[in-house]
């Protein structure tokens, strides 16, 4: 069974960087789209970014003011999140998720990375 999971977490301070990755167990041709989303203590999950796999079209939460970059390696079956000028407001749960072709939803969610931004 396919499996996603992230990796790169971890605590840094404000302005710091951190790259996160998905690894995808099986083919990553297997989907459509990869996608990061978070869940900020207390709040709702939100989305982040996605890439679509074939193209490497992506798109962004307009919230993230172009600090952060989703990009993949398919010869590597793995998706990244660079992400930069880290706020104390990005601390949260960072997942993984895919979507296989002919779905509207991400089906496939990892297990997640904890990112913690404090002085």
């Known amino acids: 069974q396919v499996q996603l999971v992230e990796s790169g977490g971890g605590l840094v301070q404000p302005g710091e960087s951190l790259r996160l990755s998905c690894a995808v167990s099986?083919?990553?041709?297997?989907?459509?789209?990869v996608a990061w989303h978070r869940r900020p203590p207390g709040k709702e999950r939100e989305f982040v970014a996605n890439?679509?796999?074939?193209?490497?079209?992506?798109t962004y939460s307009d919230s993230l003011e172009g600090r952060f970059t989703i990009s993949r390696d398919n010869s590597k079956n793995t998706v990244y999140l660079q992400m930069n000028s880290l706020k104390p407001e990005d601390t949260a749960i960072y997942y993984c998720?895919?979507?296989?072709?002919?779905?509207?939803?991400?089906?496939?969610w990892g297990q997640g990375t904890q990112v913690t931004v404090s002085a």
């Open positions: 099986g083919n990553i041709f297997d989907f459509i789209a």
């Open positions: 998720a895919a979507r296989r072709h002919g779905r509207d939803e991400y089906g496939k």
């Open positions: 890439i679509f796999v074939h193209s490497g079209y992506s």
